[in-house]
């Protein structure tokens, strides 16, 4: 079936945009050192999907700012509604998530952004986990994948955890790093009902398994003994 087309808000991308990424970007260097790596990773011509570790709220503004290219991003339907983070949320735009349900417009329009040429931010593990350790991945990012067929770029973030506003306003600079990693093209789904599920978990997992490899040994929680490890040569 057909896929609608997307295209964000003009006064998004020309103003509100670049304006909260030069905002948020001396707010973080203020608060903590930053360190960026594997810039040379990021697809060129071509969308893809930015999927990231999600420990807190501060997660996706800083990927949001600091990514070397603003991309469109889905978030739980609630921020919306909170005080203070509603702000951004309208001012950056995005798709609104309903977790715990099956959303088929949802979907539609987040296939619309990756088949107009547009990429996109999500967190695979489906909300924030509150301790460092991944969790398991939900089926969503290999069904993006699936029927998208673009690129997976796996993007790992360190020091975004809870307690990092309380620590940078006392003066301590938590450290921040995202490391991004090689795009990844994932194995074709294949089978039905119950092997087709089996196998869209198994492209979620290998998609989470590279994460996993750009992570300490404390961040990669359940993936941490099927880690897939980077070639340092690569863009790092």
């Known amino acids: 079936m057909p896929v609608k087309a997307y295209r964000p808000a003009w006064w998004r991308v020309w103003l509100a945009r670049p304006f909260v990424r030069v905002v948020l970007r001396v ?14 990773n990021v697809p060129r011509g071509t969308p893809y999907i930015v999927a990231i570790n999600h420990v807190s709220l501060f997660d996706p503004p800083f990927v949001g700012v600091f990514f070397p290219k603003a991309v469109e991003a889905m978030g739980a339907a609630e921020v919306w509604d909170r005080p203070g983070q509603n702000i951004l949320a309208r001012l950056w735009g995005g798709i609104p998530v309903h977790r715990g349900d099956y959303d088929r417009a949802m979907f539609d329009t987040v296939l619309a952004v990756l088949r107009s040429g547009y990429s996109l931010l999500i967190a695979p593990e489906g909300g924030r986990s509150h301790t460092p350790g991944l969790r398991t991945a939900k089926l969503g990012v290999a069904y993006l994948a699936e029927q998208s067929g673009i690129p997976v770029v796996p993007v790992a973030i360190i020091g975004t955890t ?74 790092q």
């Open 27 to 40: 707010v973080f260097w203020m608060l903590a050192p930053v360190r960026i790596t594997g810039k040379g």
């Open 162 to 235: 809870d307690d990092f506003w309380k620590k940078a306003v006392k003066g301590k600079r938590p450290r921040l790093e995202m490391h991004i990693g090689k795009p990844i093209d994932l194995p074709p789904v294949e089978g039905k009902g119950a092997e087709r599920r089996a196998s869209r978990q198994a492209n979620a997992d290998l998609v989470m398994r590279h994460l996993a490899g750009l992570l300490p040994q404390d961040y990669r929680g359940v993936y941490s003994a099927s880690a897939i490890f980077p070639d340092p040569q690569a863009g």
